[in-house]
């Protein structure tokens, strides 16, 4: 169980909902023909990135769980005997939507969900108009690849989350990911943008000593109104729980990661450094408001 | 107000006290000289790093505070008229110390104390010996030059400490350091810990949206034992608010960093990444537990 072959399925996606769909289960079935035991796909890979307009059509791709996406990634896990970590628009009730992880066992199974707690509204990720906030909480998902600690996207800027999925017992972080860059900012402001987004999570695998995985999608989309666009920028990673980047995709194309992972390093690095060991938690009072003044 | 000259002193040092205080001054000088306005120096700057053996004589380097050493670097920084942050072992009583940083505002007085919170005990850094964690909190010290995020070399792997220190309203983090290399490992290794070292810093200038300010030692030290050596590896550097390096020191030789900061880049960063924003504060219970199962 120390060895453990993951797969990072970095794609580009159309308005054609069953084509991705398609798309993503052929990536899958190669990732695991290449090993991976546990695979991990864009966040929102069965549609467009649809947030970058508030257009309450949009409402209409997001689905009821269980339903028709976890019917059919599910089978695909139980099929290659892969643990599958999907990312799906749920619809919980008429006017209550969220940005939803389904992780699937290698039996098909559901093994948890997990719904986006930190949620975005900025230009172009108009993300609070679709998604209200995850109220599961931060709590690894038990699999038999081990306890996942998945989050999504925005969440991967927060300390905080990735702490607390560490203190429940997280074996690995896992952000599946919709990220780019406008195309209005300068190549010095993408460059910035981008290495913070891969250095943040980085901080997150040596605070807490263990692997993270980010999987981010590529392409240029339009917005479907024709007013706006993003690149997305790609680069999906693997860091290692000292944070040194182990494999790292291209920006511009679709590309599979496949690598297996030393696990037993989240006991090895711990040995040198500690941290958990040393937390002032008598200490961290006011974390939880929202300024201290 | 938004253009904020820094000096940071990189700096090797023996077991005379006198001539390291002497060599410190000599390069605050220096540094005031070239337009700094706050001038950090590295932890424990008046000694060895003494917490390579646990050795009773070495109370005796402890002194009150106020004592002869705030007396000599208040004295400095009211002549140079610069916010000195200065680093400490405090003599607090008979049997009680702490590893403490000291900030002299431009007149001189003393702006403020912070006393390490998190220490550690390691191989070669047998802090646990010498210092009592600190039970000032995590409180940003007020100044001419701003309100200034003091903590202390292992303080920099927390999240939670640089967190807390922006929620209280701090302009910068600083960090005094003393970390170095073990001579036993390879290559591989020392890159990574380097490496690790700065990104976990770089993330909390990332999350929290401002600079991050590291002053560490360089040079080779012997444990008094004979037993030990560390080779403290400089990199003293400055992070931008989006997590860039914007000037970084050699591993092997005394060196001073100036350059300015523009602070206004603490609100400008944070327009386009609101993360205060999104803080998921009703569901950050456990983050103080010890471990959550």
């Not at 069953?18 to 549609?47: D, F, Q, W, Y």
């Not at 791709?61 to 290659?80: C, H, M, N, Q, V």
């Not at 008429?94 to 986006?116: C, E, M, P, Q, W």
């Not at 607390?164 to 993408?190: C, F, H, Q, V």
């Amino acid at each position: 169980m120390h060895r453990l072959k993951v797969g990072l399925i970095q794609k580009k996606y159309s308005a054609d909902k069953r084509a991705n769909m398609t798309a993503n289960a052929a990536s899958v079935r190669n990732a695991a023909k290449h090993g991976a035991r546990l695979i991990v796909l864009p966040e929102l890979h069965n549609t467009l990135y649809f947030c970058q307009t508030e257009n309450t059509d949009c409402f209409d791709l997001a689905e009821k769980i269980p339903g028709p996406s976890t019917d059919f990634y599910g089978s695909l896990a139980a099929r290659l005997k892969i643990v599958l970590v999907t990312s799906l628009f749920e619809k919980r009730s008429s006017g209550l939507y969220h940005n939803t992880v389904i992780v699937f066992d290698k039996d098909g199974s559901i093994a948890g969900r997990y719904r986006k707690m930190h949620i975005p509204d900025d230009p172009g990720y108009y993300e609070k108009f679709y998604f209200t906030p995850g109220d599961l909480g931060f709590k690894p998902i038990e699999t038999s690849a081990g306890m996942l600690g998945v989050m999504v996207c925005w969440d991967q800027w927060y300390p905080e989350a990735a702490r607390l999925m560490s203190l429940a017992g997280a074996d690995i972080l896992i952000y599946p990911t919709a990220i780019g860059w406008n195309l209005r900012d300068n190549a010095d402001e993408k460059n910035r943008q981008l290495d913070a987004w891969i250095t943040v999570q980085r901080g997150h695998a040596i605070a807490n000593g263990m692997h993270v995985i980010s999987v981010n999608r590529t392409g240029l989309e339009k917005a479907s109104d024709g007013k706006g666009k993003i690149d997305f920028w790609g680069n999906s990673f693997v860091s290692g729980c000292q944070g040194e980047l182990l494999a790292r995709a291209a920006a511009d194309r679709e590309e599979t990661l496949i690598i297996e992972l030393n696990m037993h390093r989240n006991e090895t690095v711990r040995h040198s450094w500690p941290f958990l060991r040393d937390r002032r938690i008598d200490a961290y009072e006011g974390i939880d408001q929202r300024f201290r003044y």
